[in-house]
């Protein structure tokens, strides 16, 4: 089965992206492995889009999932779940770990001047299902961004 690739970031598209998130669930959940789900928001695409243009936000996108994709493992799931929003499922890694990994990625992207990213990450409980896990996540992101922006 060939999935829906997302043209802009070479993401997988939301509904086959989805899918197989929700198959590594059930998967996690027959094993007893760990699963991790990151929701990441694009912080200033608006502004970037309207003060310079498509085209610069497009690259923002690019950029951004670009250094996500270099922190996580080739075999963990990048989805576009929304314009500026991406779902990433890491399986078999600790929470601290990965954590530590997309906090030095989106420090460095923000010290270069190279785009700024929020996440939440929210590990998988006993018989939690997708839709539970990604509010779960996204609370957590919109935390992490309170968080940030008292600092």
């Not at 492995?33 to 610069?56: M, V, W, Y």
């Amino acid at each position: 089965m060939t999935l829906a690739i997302d043209e802009l970031t070479g993401a997988l598209a939301r509904k086959p992206g989805l899918a197989e998130l929700h198959r590594e669930i059930v998967r996690a959940h027959r094993t007893g492995d760990s699963f991790i789900l990151a929701f990441t928001d694009i912080d200033g695409l608006k502004t970037t889009n309207d003060e310079l243009g498509h085209q610069a936000g497009d690259a923002l996108i690019r950029n951004i999932v670009g250094a996500v994709r270099g922190t996580v493992r080739e075999y963990d799931l990048i989805v576009r779940y929304g314009g500026d929003e991406f779902l990433c499922g890491i399986p078999d890694l600790g929470l601290a770990e990965i954590s530590e990994r997309l906090e030095n990625t989106r420090a460095s992207l923000a010290a270069d001047h190279n785009g700024f990213f929020t996440v939440g990450l929210a590990q998988l409980e006993p018989h939690e299902d997708l839709t539970s896990l990604i509010k779960r996540a996204d609370t957590a992101m919109y935390q992490a961004r309170r968080t940030r922006s008292r600092s």
